[in-house]
């Protein structure tokens, strides 16, 4: 703030100026009665100043200024006013975006220690994938899930080491998946989690050498979810369907990438009002429901999307949220209060 530095408590009717202060230049003006220097912004005050005049308040007079309106306000700031030696500034596990970046800046913090970023190798599975690119033939489908994934590890601030398509052969699946976990910290399949004849990740996962942990788990959908460690690595298996895809990469996949950056794990929920009933039925399972949460007349209104079955891609379209329902909750109605997870700001 461009202004005049001079005494607050000096009740002077008008000031002389007796030099002038510019930014990065320490003052050798020391201000007495009845004196004032002019000062730029981002200036050093000198001594004797405790208050800069804005320029807008001034009427400048030859060598003299006179204050029109004055008030207590001192425009300075102080050294110490933002933070004080011994004050926590940011925490280990802080995500750095902007702000807290910006905050290093200034404390001359510019190589940050830093988790790197997770590497995620992923295969996905399947005699009748083919790549998006190609027209499939009867009985062939093109492969979502690979683009699904690839999109959303980048999202979640991973690093996609590798990726391939691999047929329902166990051996040909083995050999591939011995390479793709070498070095990554995260091994994704995608298919292979259920108990059909060609669901071979639990076996897959054993042949490798990990520690199956889990190999189902109350959620709808995405029942068939198998996690395993190795060492310090982790392995999920997803089921193939995209929902059941979309839904098990955010409630855990995504936690399991925030736990290897070593970052407080994030579940950004809030309750919005249901815009419109939809065909939800009650299930034995916690549920989370694909929507689109918009922000209308100052609160959160959720839409649940199209649900028909756990391979309809049509209703990932537009989904920012996912409407959240414990185990057996009754059926909401138009205009309840949901809990929704947010995965990106409305």
């Given amino acids: 703030m461009d202004g005049y530095a001079l005494a607050l408590d000096d009740d002077s009717p008008r000031f002389r100026v007796v030099g002038e202060i510019q930014p990065g230049v320490v003052p050798k003006i020391q201000i007495g009665r009845g004196e004032c220097a002019r000062i730029f912004t981002g200036a050093q005050i000198p001594a004797g100043a405790t208050q800069v005049l804005m320029q807008e308040y001034v009427r400048v007079e030859g060598d003299f200024i006179v204050p029109t309106q004055r008030t207590r306000v001192t425009h300075i700031r102080a050294r110490g006013e933002d933070a004080r030696r011994g004050d926590l500034l940011l925490a280990a596990g802080a995500r750095l975006g902007a702000g807290e970046l910006a905050l290093l800046a200034s404390l001359g913090v510019t190589q940050p220690l830093v988790s790197p970023a997770v590497r995620v190798a992923h295969i996905t599975t399947g005699n009748e994938l083919v790549d998006p690119a190609q027209t499939p033939s009867p009985g062939q489908i093109r492969d979502s899930n690979s683009t699904l994934v690839a ?75 198998v996690f395993a460690t190795r060492g310090g690595q982790a392995a999920f298996i997803l089921p193939g369907n995209p929902v059941s895809h979309f839904v098990t990469l955010h409630v855990a996949v995504r936690l399991a990438m925030e736990q290897f950056s070593g970052s407080a794990p994030m579940w950004p929920e809030a309750e919005a009002r249901l815009a419109e009933d939809f065909a939800y039925r009650p299930d034995a399972r916690e549920t989370f429901w694909p929507a689109s949460v918009r922000i209308e007349n100052g609160r959160l209104v959720a839409r649940a999307r199209r649900w028909q079955s756990s391979g309809d891609v049509t209703g990932l379209t537009g989904v920012n949220a996912l409407l959240q329902f414990a185990a057996g909750a009754p059926q909401p109605k138009v205009g309840d209060s949901v809990s929704a997870l947010l995965l990106e700001l409305p």
């Fill in 151 to 225: 999109a959303l590890v980048q999202q979640f601030g991973g690093i996609l080491a590798r990726q391939e398509r691999v047929t329902d052969d166990f051996e040909l699946l083995l050999a591939r998946a011995r390479v793709a976990a070498d070095g990554c910290d995260l091994l994704l399949v995608s298919g292979g989690a259920s108990v059909g004849d060609y669901d071979f990740g639990s076996r897959l996962l054993r042949a490798l050498g990990f520690q199956i942990h889990f190999e189902r788990i109350s959620l709808r959908p995405g029942k068939p979810l």
